[in-house]
């Protein structure tokens, strides 16, 4: 099993930043990408960002050029780095581990609000 414990987010202007972050614990060894969902009130989750232990990374197109994900693999940690936010953020977000793209782990969530 691995543990994930999100950090970060909050409340914050349309333009400014934010900066979620991650920690996973447990079976490391049972995971090679980590990433982050999102889901706004009446919507599906749908994928924000992934990065892989190689450091290779996927974006969706609505967040690309304004969010940039990082993965420290001596810590065990992922950061999601969002600037100039718009109000269609808002979301809760919810970090993810899994292999390849077999997301199988998720944290609780953590609520990004974009006021206009």
């Known amino acids: 099993q691995v543990q994930l414990v999100e950090s970060g987010g909050g409340e914050v202007q349309a333009g400014g930043s934010l900066r979620l972050s991650c920690a996973a614990s447990?079976?490391?060894?049972?995971?090679?990408?980590m990433g982050w969902y999102r889901q706004a009130p009446g919507t599906e989750r749908y994928l924000v960002a992934s990065?892989?232990?190689?450091?290779?990374?996927n974006y969706a197109d609505s967040v690309k050029g304004r969010f940039t994900i990082s993965k420290d693999n001596d810590k065990n940690t992922v950061d999601l780095q969002m600037n100039s936010l718009k109000y269609e953020d808002t979301a809760n977000y919810y970090c993810?581990?899994?292999?390849?793209?077999?997301?199988?782990?998720w944290g609780q969530g953590i609520l990004v609000t974009v006021t206009e």
């Open positions: 990065i892989t232990n190689g450091g290779k990374t």
């Open positions: 993810t581990a899994g292999w390849e793209s077999q997301f199988e782990y």
């Open positions: 447990g079976s490391i060894f049972s995971i090679n990408t």
